[in-house]
């Protein structure tokens, strides 16, 4: 099976020795070769801790699962879940980076028997060079590395984005994550013409972030509108794009916009089985894809997803949407 839509997040150790190293590289050293071993040892004491705390939501019966949030959220109206889930955000996020490393990735893959998964880059925590260096030395067969936009000017002038993004892809990349409220960019900006140019020539897919979410690190928290991208799926058809999330609590867009291209996909991830079970009979189920979004939530999100899609899913469908969909959105 393979997951299309997962993070992981660099340790303390990381974090800290890489803070240090923006004051002094000395310090940085010092720290490596004394501070840095006892550190990864409290690390993995507190995400064992962080891990004890979840298991309500390992059992399903945490108010933090899929389909618990997602029926709070249809009983709310837009204003109060937009506020409410900023508290929710902050008071998840020790838990989300304590709990989510690429080791403890791996370990629910293993766990869940996903074989692959989408590791996707989230700057400024996890950025693009981590991902690919962790993706490929770490376990290039089964984390599949996914840049989001390269360090370039945002002024600057669309070679320079070509550039950017093809570097990235000589580096490892196997596909490119838009996220209108973290990039802050309006979706006709040329890092996106950049991005969907050299997606094209290297024959790499596109992940698209929809929906209404509301976070901290977001520069803006206007819900991400697929139909906004419509010209580039116009220009590239064939650019393969993954509306991720399937547009949240308003998935019928996402299906609307997947009859009329035929190169974009979704993904389950934050999709109640009922959701789901519509979805199928919109769309049909030759472009879903299993979708966790993990670490979010809670550490065992992977089996939380698979468990609302086989409820949702015939044998054959659930086999479609967990391994046939997720090669063919793949190959190159």
């Keep these: 099976m393979i997951d299309c839509h997962a993070h992981a997040f660099p340790d303390v150790t990381y974090q800290t020795s890489r803070f240090l190293e923006s004051i002094s590289a000395n310090a940085a050293r010092q720290f490596r070769q004394t501070v840095s071993p006892y550190l990864s040892v409290q690390s993995e004491a507190f995400s064992a801790l962080c891990a004890f705390l979840a298991r309500p939501a390992k059992s399903g019966n945490s108010s933090l699962d899929i389909e618990s949030v997602a029926r709070l959220r249809s009983h709310l109206p837009a204003a109060v879940n937009k506020w409410l889930e900023i508290p929710m955000s902050v008071a998840g996020m020790p838990l ?5 490393t690429i080791d403890q990735l791996l370990q629910s893959m293993r766990r869940t028997r996903i074989e692959q998964s989408l590791l996707i880059a989230a700057p400024p925590i996890a950025p693009n060079t ?11 067969q089964s984390l599949i590395p996914v840049c989001t936009l390269p360090a370039v000017s945002a002024d600057a002038a669309e070679q ?3 550039d950017g993004f093809a570097d990235l892809a000589k580096l490892g990349a196997r596909g490119f994550k838009i996220h209108p409220n973290i990039d802050g960019l309006d979706a006709g900006h040329t890092a996106y013409r950049a991005m ?14 929809t929906g209404k979410f509301t976070t901290v690190v977001n520069k803006h928290n206007r819900p991400a509108d697929p139909f906004e991208y419509k010209p580039l799926f116009q220009d590239h058809p064939r650019v393969r794009v993954c509306l991720a999330h399937m547009n949240r609590d308003e998935p019928e867009l996402a299906w609307e916009l997947l ?10 991830s934050w999709q109640p089985a009922h959701a789901l079970v519509r979805a199928l009979k919109t769309i049909g189920f030759d472009r879903v894809l299993l979708g966790s979004d993990w670490p979010l939530l809670h550490p065992d999100l992977q089996k939380n997803a698979l468990d609302i899609l086989s409820r949702a899913t015939s044998e054959k469908e659930f086999e479609a ?3 046939k969909n997720p090669r063919r959105f793949l190959e190159r």
């Design 96 to 100: 989300t980076l304590l709990s989510g």
């Design 196 to 209: 969907f140019q050299v997606a094209e020539s290297h024959g790499l897919f596109i992940i698209l972030h």
């Design 160 to 162: 320079a984005w070509v």
């Design 259 to 268: 009859k009329q291209y035929d190169q974009l996909f979704t993904d389950t």
């Design 321 to 323: 949407i967990t391994r």
């Design 130 to 140: 981590w991902v690919l260096g962790e993706a490929l030395n770490r376990d290039p």
